[in-house]
């Protein structure tokens, strides 16, 4: 999957008192309609959970463009680079279990690919590894199945060196959350599969949301589309995307998920500070992103989540911790500019 690097994310809405809520769902409906005549989607979907716990689930437009199938808030989705909020929150619990620690060395779990270059998990979870990101070097192919290490393998074998020393830059890859799929792994002896069921999606009763492997065809998904109507539903394996980006969802369990890892359910307060505290790196400088989460403003105005890619599926998931609230927007038409989707919905729910 491809990374959706952000563009300032609407500093006018969050920096914006919040005023009044929209009244009913049926207020996000129409501004997911006008979004998705304006930005000219197949279609999109939008779920949002308050602090109350009430959840509102919305869609509009076309789930398959060839039938011409309405998109209905049920259905399915790829979460892409969201995943790595789950593959985050995984190695937050096992530091609380005390099973590893986030300075712990990469080749005390995973040896043998960069042994002795001064990584730990800490530099895998801020994406300031210095590890070339697999699908961004060589003529990687996402179209065929892939096993976790030969990702891992081949952004070695196309890029052995380090791009920049651990902790001096940021620089997004997926290879770091591959390696940390493999470390959880190595840390319970069960997959990475296994663990994400076992310890987030079994007890939170998301019986949706699951990592894909190779050749996964859900029918509940919704098709995806090229802008000219191409469909691209099977053109990426999900088995490429793994601890990095190969989780699947539906809006409303995302929102469920976002609202319970930024609301404090899952993790302790000093996991949760450290997840969603911008990285400062060895120059002093800091980046907006924290441990498996981007971090935007600070304060009461503090916007945490991700986004992710993959094939033409486009997925935003975000809590504003002023109002507890978490926003999921998701499009199956590629190259979509997620923020100004998500801009809609929170202009619905702050009524701006």
Request: aromatic share 10%.
């Amino acid at each position: 999957m491809r990374s959706v690097h952000h563009a300032p994310l609407l500093l006018c809405l969050v920096a914006a008192a919040c005023t009044a809520l929209a009244d009913s769902p049926q207020d996000l409906e129409r501004e997911l309609d006008r979004a998705v005549q304006a930005l000219e989607l197949v279609g999109a979907a939008m779920a949002v959970e308050f602090e109350d716990g009430e959840v509102w689930d919305v869609a509009s437009g076309y789930s398959r463009l060839e039938t011409m199938e309405e998109w209905e808030p049920e259905r399915a989705i790829r979460i892409g680079s969201v995943t790595k909020t789950f593959t985050a929150a995984l190695i937050f619990l096992l530091v609380e279990d005390g099973l590893l620690t986030l300075d712990d060395p990469l080749e005390v779990w995973v040896p043998g690919y960069y042994d002795g270059e001064g990584i730990t998990l800490r530099h895998l979870l801020s994406n300031t590894s210095g590890i070339a990101s697999y699908n961004y070097v060589g003529s990687f192919d996402d179209s065929r199945p892939w096993e976790p290490r030969a990702l891992v393998q081949w952004a070695v074998d196309h890029e052995p060196a380090l791009r920049f020393a651990p902790g001096s830059a940021w620089e997004y890859s997926n290879t770091n959350f591959v390696l940390l799929g493999l470390v959880i792994e190595a840390a319970t002896g069960d997959r990475y599969e296994g663990q994400v069921e076992e310890r987030l999606t079994g007890p939170m009763g998301l019986t949706r949301t699951y990592i894909a492997g190779s050749g996964d065809m859900n029918p509940a998904l919704v098709d995806c589309y090229e802008r000219d109507g191409t469909n691209l539903t099977t053109a990426a394996d999900p088995s490429f995307g793994w601890a990095a980006g190969a989780a699947v969802s539906t809006p409303r369990e995302l929102a469920r998920w976002t609202a319970a890892l930024y609301g404090g359910e899952l993790l302790s307060a000093p996991s949760l500070e450290q997840m969603t505290t911008q990285t400062v790196l060895s120059d002093g400088s800091t980046v907006d992103y924290g441990l498996g989460s981007f971090v935007e403003r600070d304060g009461s105005d503090a916007l945490y989540g991700h986004e992710g890619g993959i094939a033409g599926y486009i997925t935003y998931a975000y809590y504003w911790r002023r109002d507890g609230i978490a926003l999921v927007a998701a499009t199956n038409t590629f190259d979509t500019d997620m923020r100004e989707l998500a801009g809609y919905g929170w202009a619905a729910l702050l009524e701006l």
